[in-house]
């Protein structure tokens, strides 16, 4: 089985083929020649992950699968959420990003929030999405220098540390996009993907 993961991201690549059984070989938009940028026009996490997904099975025919992440605080009424790449601009700077929302939150109370990824898979015709969400808190300041994005203003729930400041196999364990891509292995892995 081939499948497109809509990413340019090697090491994202690396990460989730690694978790696959071998009987699945991700390819990415480069393996495909997809070069266009892929629109993200939707107002919900959701939205745009399916929008790629569609977008790659109209335009270039393959099983795909897309994903989307968004930081959604509170307070905030869930802002930045679907805009949290580009929340202080069109740059999509994650420093601006950062400083935008630590002085948003600067006097509020609540500073609750969580990530959330989505993933969209097209396969054999069928259209399926998988959730991933880690619940936590936004620091005063910024803690760490891993991670990347909110990573070092964002401590999930049970933790006295960052995303920044904690490894990449525990953030995997416990954040969203880990959540969410073992849901997508678990379906892939079981008899759910070949009905």
Do not use: W
């Not at 790629?52 to 897309?66: H, I, P, T, V």
């Not at 401590?155 to 540390?161: C, L, N, P, S, T």
Request: proline share 3%.
């Amino acid at each position: 089985m081939q499948l497109v993961f809509a990413t340019n991201n090697l090491n994202k690549l690396k990460e989730v083929q690694a978790i696959l059984p071998p009987h699945i070989k991700l390819l990415s938009l480069a393996d495909i020649a997809c070069v266009e940028d892929i629109p993200e026009t939707q107002n919900t996490i959701e939205g745009n992950a399916i929008q790629k997904a569609e977008y790659l099975k109209k335009y270039y025919g393959y099983d795909c699968f897309a994903d989307d992440t968004g930081l959604e605080v509170e307070s905030l009424n869930g802002e930045p959420g679907v805009f949290s790449a580009r929340y202080a601009g069109p740059q999509r700077n994650a420093e601006d990003n950062t400083n935008k929302l630590l002085t948003e939150l600067k006097d509020r109370s609540n500073r609750n929030a969580q990530f959330k990824t989505v993933i969209a898979l097209h396969l054999n015709g069928k259209l399926h999405t998988f959730t991933g969400i880690c619940k936590g808190e936004i620091t005063i300041q910024k803690q760490g220098k891993g991670g990347f994005g909110y990573d070092p203003v964002f401590k999930a729930e049970g933790y006295d540390k960052t995303f920044a400041e904690i490894t990449l196999e525990e953030k995997n364990q416990i954040g969203h996009r880990g959540k969410a891509v073992a849901q997508l292995v678990d379906f892939l892995t079981t008899k759910n993907a070949s009905e």
